[in-house]
């Protein structure tokens, strides 16, 4: 919901914008000077304000209740009561304002139709201005509370991706690390680094909005290791940087998907049995994985396990829309995604 402050401060805005033009006239002289004379003027825009405050607050609050009203018929109906009603009420104000307080003879005060008309005139500009500020209220409200749902869908799917990530990943490299320490192989120590730099990336670093792109790719390189540690083919990973990544910022865990994706469906007979392309350019961010996959049906688990890549493009239509390109390529041989980012 929209602060109650900022509604003070836009209704506030508009009244002195039209207490500004009431004053208009005696800011350049275009007025009969005998006006002045006891105040008359300002009396007049004090009686005009007040009245418009009226009709227009009438109309601001019933409004939300019209807009509810499922019978076209009934809300028509409603409206022109109201409208009719601060016609109304406004008459006997205005005259009591210009028999008292004017000291207007009788005889010179006689009602005429004009009145009515002018009273009418000035609620439906009145109503106009109160539709229109509730509209603007009405929508404000309506993007913030769209922007905070597209934050919980796009916190809940990275922490849908996240779980996905670590059960399989986790285990298995904790086993490899296991199996380095019990031979005590030098690697152990490195790649222990590696998994709490992932870790630390995964629960602190991918909880912001953006990340720096040279943080994402390191992330990448980490898993990439650390997945090499149960593979003896040393170049099945053929992993690219080019280009420039200082100061290039990313949506957090948009990349890992394709790239765990490829792992565990990818064949591991051909040398590069993965290939990836990550290439920052002046124009946007280019994105390219291709592995070969393995022959046979995937068992319905493994089906299951691509939903991954479905979560990388809702978030894309939230995160990048109408900026990227995502294209998926499957031959029956091999499994290819690009991606391009523009910005």
Same mark, same amino acid.
């Given at each position: 919901?929209?602060?109650?402050?900022?509604? $003070? &401060?836009?209704?506030?805005?508009?009244?002195?914008?039209?207490? %500004?033009?009431?004053?208009?006239?005696?800011?350049?002289?275009? #007025?009969?000077?005998? !006006?002045? +004379?006891? %105040?008359?003027?300002?009396?007049?825009?004090?009686?005009?304000?007040? &009245?418009?405050?009226?009709?227009?607050?009438?109309?601001? &609050?019933?409004?939300?209740?019209?807009?509810?009203?499922?019978?076209?018929?009934?809300?028509?109906?409603?409206? @022109?009561?109201?409208?009719?009603?601060?016609?109304?009420?406004? @008459?006997?104000?205005?005259?009591?304002?210009?028999?008292?307080?004017?000291?207007?003879?009788?005889?010179?005060?006689?009602?005429?139709?004009? !009145?009515?008309?002018?009273?009418? /005139?000035?609620?439906?500009?009145?109503?106009?201005?109160?539709? $229109?500020? /509730?509209?603007?209220?009405?929508?404000?409200?309506?993007?913030?509370?769209?922007?905070? +749902?597209?934050?919980?869908?796009?916190?809940?799917?990275?922490? @849908?991706?996240?779980?996905?990530?670590?059960?399989?990943? +986790?285990?298995?490299?904790?086993?490899?690390? !296991?199996?380095?320490?019990?031979?005590?192989?030098?690697?152990?120590?490195?790649?222990?680094?590696?998994?709490?730099?992932?870790?630390?990336?995964?629960? !602190?670093?991918?909880?912001?909005?953006?990340?720096?792109?040279?943080?994402?790719?390191?992330? &990448?390189?980490?898993?990439?290791?650390?997945?090499?540690?149960?593979?003896? %083919?040393?170049?099945?990973?053929? #992993? /690219?940087?080019?280009?420039?990544?200082?100061?290039?910022?990313?949506?957090?865990?948009?990349?890992?998907? #394709?790239?765990?994706?490829?792992?565990?469906?990818?064949?591991?007979?051909?040398?590069?049995?993965?290939?990836?392309?990550?290439?920052?350019?002046?124009?946007?961010?280019?994105?390219?994985?291709?592995?070969?996959?393995?022959?046979?049906?995937?068992?319905?688990?493994?089906?299951?396990?691509?939903?991954?890549?479905?979560?990388?493009?809702? /978030?894309?239509?939230?995160?990048?829309?109408?900026?990227?390109?995502?294209?998926?390529?499957?031959?029956?041989?091999?499994?290819?995604?690009?991606?391009?980012?523009?910005?």
């Amino acid at each position: 919901m929209m602060k109650k402050k900022n509604i $003070l &401060l836009i209704h506030l805005f508009f009244w002195l914008y039209l207490i %500004n033009q009431g004053l208009f006239p005696l800011y350049t002289g275009q #007025f009969d000077k005998s !006006y002045l +004379l006891n %105040n008359l003027y300002f009396k007049e825009v004090f009686i005009s304000i007040l &009245l418009n405050v009226f009709s227009f607050y009438l109309v601001y &609050l019933t409004f939300p209740f019209l807009q509810k009203m499922k019978s076209r018929i009934l809300m028509v109906v409603s409206g @022109l009561i109201i409208f009719s009603f601060a016609v109304i009420m406004r @008459l006997p104000v205005e005259y009591v304002f210009w028999k008292l307080f004017h000291s207007t003879p009788g005889k010179e005060f006689i009602y005429e139709w004009f !009145y009515v008309w002018n009273n009418l /005139r000035l609620v439906i500009i009145t109503a106009i201005y109160a539709v $229109l500020i /509730r509209f603007l209220i009405s929508g404000i409200e309506s993007q913030k509370q769209k922007e905070a +749902l597209i934050r919980q869908q796009q916190a809940g799917e990275l922490a @849908l991706i996240r779980s996905q990530v670590n059960p399989h990943f +986790l285990f298995n490299t904790i086993n490899n690390i !296991y199996s380095l320490v019990y031979q005590k192989s030098p690697e152990a120590g490195p790649a222990l680094i590696k998994l709490s730099s992932i870790l630390r990336y995964m629960l !602190y670093d991918a909880g912001a909005g953006l990340v720096l792109l040279e943080k994402e790719a390191d992330y &990448l390189k980490s898993f990439i290791d650390l997945q090499k540690l149960r593979i003896k %083919n040393p170049g099945f990973v053929k #992993f /690219r940087i080019e280009g420039d990544l200082t100061g290039r910022k990313i949506a957090p865990m948009l990349l890992i998907s #394709f790239v765990e994706n490829a792992f565990r469906h990818g064949s591991t007979q051909q040398t590069p049995g993965i290939s990836i392309l990550l290439d920052s350019m002046p124009e946007g961010l280019f994105f390219e994985i291709e592995n070969y996959v393995k022959q046979g049906l995937m068992s319905e688990n493994e089906k299951a396990e691509k939903n991954g890549i479905m979560l990388i493009k809702s /978030r894309l239509e939230l995160i990048y829309p109408g900026k990227h390109k995502l294209s998926i390529t499957e031959n029956g041989t091999t499994f290819k995604v690009t991606l391009e980012i523009a910005g």
